[in-house]
């Protein structure tokens, strides 16, 4: 179909392809078979539409497209769900239609196995690619994408510019290590992943490391401090990796809680029956995104993305927020956006309120948490005031102050351990030999 006719680049590119065409069917086709047969005309909608529908593989190959409508028009006609797409990684629709075979359009030997891999895919292989990509299609009309852009927009200008945290350091450092030193009870409120370790490509990865031991071993050494492991993890996994700690232990996201030299139990009565339909229903985006997994808990289930591709992650997870919130209107589930996972979880208990259960009536002594993503900041919101709660890494947040990384927190945690004395120790002890 002629397009941008008058553009000279396009004109060369004319010239260029009829000579390409004409030497191939020169020299491999013959009087009964011509090879490449291109056309070079504008087609009606109905003869265009039948012609999609017919074709057994679609190629389209553009080197920089910001969507492609011919590649979503492809899938549209395959009424019988039979046909496969190839496309060029550099076109915009890429990102939606993951199930079709992307393409380097700039790698031959790439573009050749693409088509061989689509001539031999089989039907049902066929099948079942085209149906996920016209649901996704049917979805994401223009009215969708026009609610997502405005709803976008309105997010991001209504959002804070900037946090109102502070980066904890210098003096305001030597503040809080003067706060808990003279302190006659301290209380200590700590995320595992992104806080006490690094994020990991997988959860198995992420054990503590020998310096987390050593750090808590002597904080706990110290008169009248109190440690609280809280995290969305699963029991056995703080058990296995704390149990050994006089520490309390509070798992996924406070449903289960264990005290020192006591059994595990759970904080109030949940309902999981929910769980055997979210799966399937996440298992299915979780084949749509390579490289994606799905971790089971007792009563929540995370979809976890780090090692996937950002774009269609992002494109992914939103589908599946949508598709979540009918379902969290008729179930008791609430959803957790946490760093690059998504929780469904039971709903009715978070870390906010697991803290105030533990924190009971004592509102004296010095209370701090620390946390990385969206889950701790009900956690920041229900200590009571003058609390020291602290986000790792720069994001808008509730915590009065934030740190650069877990190693930043770490190293601050060995300062509440040991014998370092404060800048504000230090001028106090000369003030006072003077």
Request: aromatic share 8%; glycine share 6%; proline share 4%.
């Amino acid at each position: 179909v002629p397009s941008r006719i008058d553009v000279e680049q396009y004109q060369h590119e004319k010239s260029a392809i009829n000579q390409i065409v004409g030497k191939i069917n020169g020299t491999y086709g013959d009087i009964h078979w011509t090879p490449v047969i291109y056309q070079y005309r504008a087609v009606e909608f109905e003869q265009l539409a039948a012609l999609y529908q017919r074709s057994d593989v679609g190629l389209i190959t553009p080197l920089r497209d910001g969507m492609n409508l011919v590649a979503k028009e492809y899938i549209a006609s395959k009424t019988e769900k039979r046909g496969v797409l190839i496309l060029s990684e550099m076109a915009g629709a890429a990102l939606e239609l993951g199930e079709a075979v992307i393409i380097n359009p700039n790698h031959r030997e790439e573009i050749a196995e693409a088509i061989l891999t689509a001539l031999e895919m089989p039907r049902d292989e066929q099948a079942k690619r085209v149906a996920a990509m016209q649901e996704r299609l049917k979805k994401y009309d223009v009215k969708k994408w026009v609610e997502d852009f405005l709803s976008e927009l309105d997010r991001v200008t209504k959002q804070p510019k900037k946090s109102g945290a502070i980066l904890l350091a210098g003096r305001e450092m030597d503040n809080v290590l003067y706060r808990f030193r003279k302190a006659d009870l301290r209380m200590l409120f700590l995320d595992h992943d992104g806080t006490m370790v690094p994020f990991t490509s997988t959860p198995e990865e992420a054990a503590p490391r020998r310096r987390n031991f050593h750090m808590l071993k002597a904080l706990l050494d110290l008169p009248h401090v109190r440690i609280i492991i809280i995290s969305g993890r699963l029991k056995e996994d703080l058990e296995k990796w704390y149990g050994r700690l006089d520490v309390t232990l509070i798992a996924e996201h406070g449903a289960f809680v264990k005290e020192p030299d006591s059994e595990w139990h759970l904080s109030r009565p949940l309902d999981n029956s929910w769980k055997p339909g979210i799966i399937q229903i996440l298992e299915k985006y979780r084949d749509r995104l390579p490289g994606s997994f799905i971790e089971e808990k007792e009563y929540s289930v995370v979809w976890h993305y780090r090692n996937a591709d950002r774009a269609p992650s992002e494109l992914r997870v939103r589908e599946f927020v949508d598709d979540m919130v009918r379902l969290t209107a008729r179930n008791e589930i609430e959803i957790l956006m946490g760093n690059k996972v998504v929780e469904v979880k039971s709903s009715g208990m978070d870390k906010g309120i697991a803290a105030g259960l533990l924190l009971g009536e004592k509102k004296s002594g010095f209370v701090m948490a620390a946390g990385d993503d969206e889950t701790d900041e009900t956690m920041f919101k229900a200590l009571p005031e003058g609390s020291v709660c602290i986000r790792i890494g720069r994001k808008t947040t509730s915590a009065g102050y934030y740190m650069e990384s877990s190693r930043d927190f770490m190293d601050m945690l060995e300062l509440f351990a040991g014998p370092h004395r404060t800048i504000i120790d230090k001028l106090r002890g000369i003030f006072t030999r003077r």
